[in-house]
């Protein structure tokens, strides 16, 4: 199994700012992925970030808004940009496991917009 | 990826096996079923996958139909740390590794 850190944990900014949430790997993986979960519902997939190339998007959301940063096998940065109440969620990073059955999630980080 | 639907909720009394039933009437041949269960405030946690056959772990059994179109998790003896959100995914092998929860079942295991 792999061991996933983020960072912050939680934050409360205000809005119009930009929050990087950071999210590190103790080994090297292929697949990296970023979530949001909205207070009290689901999980949804936001963007599978690439090791050297662009993320690619889910349907609804744009890299404008959610730009995605993977420089290594072991690390990724998720920015929410130009933030609004309507951003306040958990976002959740995962990665693929060992022969791509299982994904492993972060603890994730508690934004709140206010 | 093949639609799940699963009871929003179910109760369990401690000690009893807690079997939480999921739908997927849509589901592919080369679809797995995957089990994840996201205990509160924490991220989402890997149970039990399957293709056809039962499958058993430290955690749980699953339970496939012969049809597929339905399959059944099993926790044997749940305990209050079994309460949880629980998660059923179809999702082909090859789809580059993506999961698509839906909303999944709220358990709650009763002292």
């Known amino acids: 199994s792999a061991v996933i850190s983020q960072k912050p944990s939680r934050d409360i900014c205000q809005r119009g700012t930009s929050l990087t949430i950071q999210c590190q790997v103790d080994?090297?993986?292929?697949?990296m992925f970023w979530y949001r979960q909205q207070p009290g519902q689901s999980l949804t997939l936001i963007a599978t970030?690439?090791?050297?190339?662009?993320?690619?998007?889910e349907s609804g959301f744009v890299i404008d808004k959610f730009p995605i940063s993977r420089p290594n096998l072991t690390f990724s940065t998720l920015t929410v940009s130009n933030m609004s109440p309507e951003d306040s969620s958990i976002y959740l990073c995962?990665?693929?496991?060992?022969?791509?059955?299982?994904?492993?999630f972060g603890p994730g980080t508690r934004l709140t917009v206010t | 990826d093949a639609k799940t639907t699963q009871p929003p909720s179910m109760d369990c009394a401690e000690g009893r096996a807690a079997n939480l039933p999921c739908n997927h009437s849509?589901?592919?041949?080369?679809?797995?079923v995957y089990w994840y269960r996201q205990i509160h405030s924490q991220g989402p946690q890997y149970i039990i996958h399957?293709?056809?056959n039962n499958e058993t772990n430290e955690m749980a059994s699953l339970i496939i139909t012969e049809d597929r179109k339905s399959s059944t998790l099993i926790l044997p003896h749940a305990t209050l740390r079994d309460t949880a959100v629980y998660y059923c995914?179809?999702?082909?092998?090859?789809?580059?590794?993506?999961?698509?929860f839906g909303t999944g079942t709220s358990l709650t295991v009763i002292p």
């Open positions: 995962s990665v693929g496991g060992q022969g791509a059955y299982e994904q492993y």
């Open positions: 080994s090297q993986v292929t697949m």
């Open positions: 970030a690439n090791q050297g190339s662009e993320a690619t998007y």
């Open positions: 849509t589901i592919s041949g080369n679809e797995y």
């Open positions: 399957g293709l056809k």
């Open positions: 995914i179809v999702r082909a092998e090859n789809t580059g590794n993506q999961f698509y």
